[in-house]
């Protein structure tokens, strides 16, 4: 009985699952220098069939440009494993014989792995390298608007895994796509993780599926252009960074803002390099077109040009326009153009300081992208140092192109293309994920101090200054064998009233002490102490202390 495809597709996933956790069991007993073997042939077979895919993929979706999509595919696959080759992920990986405390990486098995259509290609090479150099297996779920670059890449990796000694099924794809066979990869008991990166609903779902999940997040990255910035180099940064594969990686900017005091430079440097300033109604026309009804992207928009946006907006621009930019006053969920724009699209904000540019910034990001990316254009590392301390992202991107700068192209950040937003985004990692992240590691502790040497209190050193002074806990001497218990102490004994000296408590810089005389707490006859005469004691002491 021939079945039907939900349930075809059903089994493939049940199959690759389990072929994918036999191989793993075999991967794990793998050597360091095995792993790395087959991990460079992996990146090097990857970087040799960037272009092909590249242009595979910009066919097929019909989305960016094919020669920007090539050098991801090669960023993906050569500068990603640059990055990890030298990363220690297979048995003992670090041991610190002072602490006595040694490390051990345990891979977390079969992982399945989200692909989104605006990168393909390169989303399988640089998840195949991460996972594969943890130790784990991996099985892609392609988005359906991409299967065949998609399938393309999954055998470029599958063929160059087996060719270097891997087991087959470690790395491997669903070639049936249906709903049903995602759900069955990412609900399987015998999958540990799911790396996912792609549109917000399926991010959801694989939350929602009961397996842990690493995902990535919507960007809504705001470009502050702070007076003191180069601001040629500036707005040049961030058209290279919008243009880049039109647009479609998330880290890219989403909106200008600028500080009124050089918004004439700020002007005359889109127009020269290219931007199209939109008028009012040029304005509400691409608005009514970019976001669908529901609110979500309109996906026809996607990674297109800006002549071409123009065009299915209804007007004409210079085929040579570079970005399509629109001034704007609001932010709000209804504005497309304080959200997330996955095209040479950007609202342009005019703030009277750098005070109303960090208001302005929150507010987009609080409409959407939290946790995200932003980034600045200064020279005044004072303002660099306030946004880090104080705005909701977790990469704060400085003078540099935001798409590149926020996947670690053109940055020493992790070279990542699932980047992601921590609790604020609703995500797990707030981390560039790399191979560490794929990983458990498994906790080796030597004893080094003995319970009796836990219940001598320490004496706390005074500095000349008056200020106690901080003891290192590992090399720091252990108490007299002499030292008095808190159960001992005739403060608490009621041996004989005592008083904290002032000078004592200022020391220490607590003066809740200062005029405190101890009243009696009886104390046991001997070293057994229970409950009870625990409570009784702090009840006391509490009591004693509170305002």
Excluded at 5 to 18: P, W
């Amino acid at each position: 009985m021939m079945l039907d495809k939900d349930l075809q597709s059903i089994q493939e996933a049940r199959e690759l699952v389990k072929n994918a956790k036999e191989a793993q069991r075999q991967f794990a007993k793998f050597t360091q220098e095995q792993v790395d073997k087959i991990v460079a042939h992996i990146a090097e077979e990857a970087a040799r069939h960037a272009e092909p895919l590249a242009k595979s993929a910009h066919q097929e979706t019909g989305f960016g440009r094919w020669q920007d999509k090539v050098l991801k595919n090669l960023f993906a696959s050569t500068q990603v494993h640059e990055h990890i080759s030298r990363i220690r992920t297979v048995g003992i990986i670090s041991e610190d014989p002072v602490k006595k405390v040694i490390e051990v990486g345990v891979p977390l098995g079969v992982i399945t792995a989200l692909v989104p259509s605006t990168n393909p290609t390169s989303t399988i090479f640089y998840k195949t390298l991460i996972a594969l150099k943890a130790g784990n297996a991996i099985i892609f779920s392609p988005h359906p608007n991409a299967k065949v670059c998609s399938q393309q890449a999954i055998e470029v990796v599958k063929r160059a895994a087996l060719e270097a000694g891997a087991p087959a099924g470690i790395v491997d794809g669903v070639t049936l796509l249906t709903m049903q066979a995602t759900e069955t990869l990412m609900k399987s008991k015998d999958v540990s993780l799911i790396l996912a990166t792609g549109g917000e609903g399926m991010v959801r779902a694989a939350y929602a599926s009961g397996t842990p999940t690493i995902s990535g997040g919507p960007g809504n990255g705001p470009a502050f252009i702070e007076r003191s910035a180069d601001i040629p180099q500036a707005v040049k940064d961030i058209i290279t960074s919008k243009t880049f594969d039109n647009g479609v990686i998330c880290a890219s900017e989403q909106s200008i803002i600028a500080e009124r005091c050089i918004y004439e430079q700020v002007h005359h440097e889109l127009i020269r390099q290219g931007a199209y300033l939109m008028n009012e109604q040029e304005s509400q026309q691409l608005a009514s077109i970019l976001l669908r009804p529901n609110g979500m992207i309109n996906p026809d928009l996607v990674g297109q040009c800006a002549s071409t946006l123009a065009e299915k907006a209804g007007f004409n621009v210079p085929v040579t326009t570079t970005v399509l930019v629109s001034p704007q006053t609001t932010v709000s969920p209804k504005n497309p153009y304080s959200r997330e724009k996955l095209c040479p699209v950007l609202g342009l904000y005019i703030e009277d300081d750098w005070n109303a540019a960090c208001e302005r910034v929150m507010a987009l990001l609080t409409n959407e992208g939290m946790g995200h990316t932003l980034v600045i254009h200064t020279q005044n590392p004072d303002i660099v140092r306030n946004f880090a301390l104080e705005k909701p992202v977790f990469r704060i991107l400085v003078n540099t192109p935001a798409a590149l700068g926020g996947i670690g192209a053109t940055t020493n950040l992790t070279p990542a293309l699932t980047l992601g937003c921590g609790a604020l985004g609703g995500g797990s990692s707030s981390d560039n994920v790399g191979p560490m992240n794929l990983l458990n590691v498994r906790k080796v502790g030597y004893g080094v101090r003995s319970i009796e040497e836990l219940r001598q209190p320490k004496s706390v050193p005074v500095a000349s200054h008056g200020v106690a002074a901080v003891t290192d806990p590992v090399s720091a001497p252990v108490a007299s064998a002499q030292s008095v218990s808190i159960f001992e102490d005739t403060r608490f004994t009621g041996t004989k009233p005592s008083v904290v000296p002032a000078a004592t408590a200022n020391a220490i810089g607590d003066d809740r002490f200062s005029t405190v005389t101890a009243t009696s707490v009886a104390t046991p006859a001997n070293d057994d102490i229970n409950e009870a005469q625990v409570e009784r004691i702090i009840k006391q002491v509490l009591g004693r202390i509170a305002p």
